[in-house]
C-alpha cells in the first residue's frame, strides 16, 4: 500500500506539474517559456533514476544526461554528446534565460522554413516547441511505465525527527546510502539549522511544517 501511493504521488507529480502545465503554455503561445521549462524538466525526469536523494546538490548535469539517455535516447542523446544540450537548455536558458546565437527556437506556425526538430541549420540546432513537448510527454510515459512495472523503486521520502548526536550520524549515513532524507525536524531552531546547513536538506523548527506526505519518519529524540 506504502509503495502503491508514492507511485500515485509521483504520478499525479509528473502528470499535473510537469505535462499538463507545459502542456498549458503551449496552448497559450509562450513557447519561449516552455523551452525553459521543458529543459529543467529533462533533469527532473532523471532525477528518478539515479540513487540519490531528489535534493542531493551537484546532481544537475549528470540528471539531465541521465534523462536524456534512458527516457529520450536517439537524437536526443547525440545531440548532448559533451554536454551540448545541457549546456544550451539549462546553463543558458533557464539559468539566464537567453538562449545561445546556435539554438533556433520555433514553434510550428512561425516554422516557415519547414524545419525538423533537432536539425542542424549552419551550426544551428533546432528545437520546435511542439515537437519537443510530445517527446517530453513519452518520456514522462516511459518512466511511468518503468516505475509502475517495478523496474524502477520509488524513492523513500523520508523526515528526520531531531537533530541530536544520533541525528548527525544517521543523516550523515542515510545521504551516504543514498536516500532520500527530504527535512530535518528539531524543536529548536538552532539544532535544526546547523544539521541542515550540514547536509543541505531543509529543515524546520516547525510542528506544523513537517512533511506530511513523507513515507518514513525517523525519530531521533530523547525518551522525556
Not at 505535462?19 to 496552448?27: A, P, S, Y
Not at 506556425?109 to 513519452?138: M, P, R, T, W
Not at 545521504?175 to 539544532?191: F, H, M, P, V, W
Request: hydrophobic share 40%; charged share 25%; net charge neutral.
Amino acid at each position: 500500500m506504502e509503495t502503491q501511493e508514492q507511485i500515485e504521488r509521483i504520478e499525479h507529480f509528473i502528470r499535473e506539474v510537469i505535462v499538463d502545465e507545459i502542456t498549458k503554455l503551449q496552448g497559450v503561445g509562450l513557447s519561449y517559456m516552455q523551452f525553459v521549462i521543458m529543459g529543467q524538466a529533462i533533469e527532473v525526469l532523471g532525477s528518478f533514476l539515479d540513487n540519490k536523494p531528489m535534493k542531493a546538490k551537484g546532481q544537475s548535469a549528470k540528471r539531465f544526461s541521465l534523462g536524456v539517455k534512458k527516457l529520450f535516447g536517439g537524437r536526443y542523446r547525440l545531440l548532448n554528446d559533451n554536454g551540448f544540450l545541457y549546456d544550451k537548455l539549462r546553463n543558458q536558458m533557464t539559468h539566464t534565460f537567453i538562449p545561445g546565437n546556435d539554438l533556433i527556437l520555433l514553434n510550428q506556425a512561425n516554422n516557415k522554413n519547414g524545419y525538423k526538430h533537432l536539425q542542424i541549420i549552419d551550426g544551428k540546432l533546432v528545437l520546435i516547441s511542439e515537437v519537443f513537448n510530445e517527446d517530453i510527454c513519452k518520456a514522462s510515459e516511459r518512466l511511468l511505465e518503468a516505475i509502475k512495472n517495478g523496474v524502477l523503486s520509488p524513492k523513500n521520502k523520508i523526515i528526520l525527527i531531531g537533530a541530536g548526536n544520533v541525528a548527525h550520524h544517521l543523516a550523515g549515513a542515510l545521504l551516504k546510502a543514498g536516500e532520500n532524507l527530504c527535512q530535518i525536524y528539531s524543536r529548536t531552531l538552532d539544532s535544526a539549522r546547523q544539521l541542515g546547513m550540514k547536509t543541505g536538506i531543509s529543515y524546520t523548527a516547525e510542528v506544523n511544517e513537517v512533511y506530511p506526505d513523507g513515507n518514513i519518519y525517523i525519530f531521533c529524540v530523547s525518551d522525556d
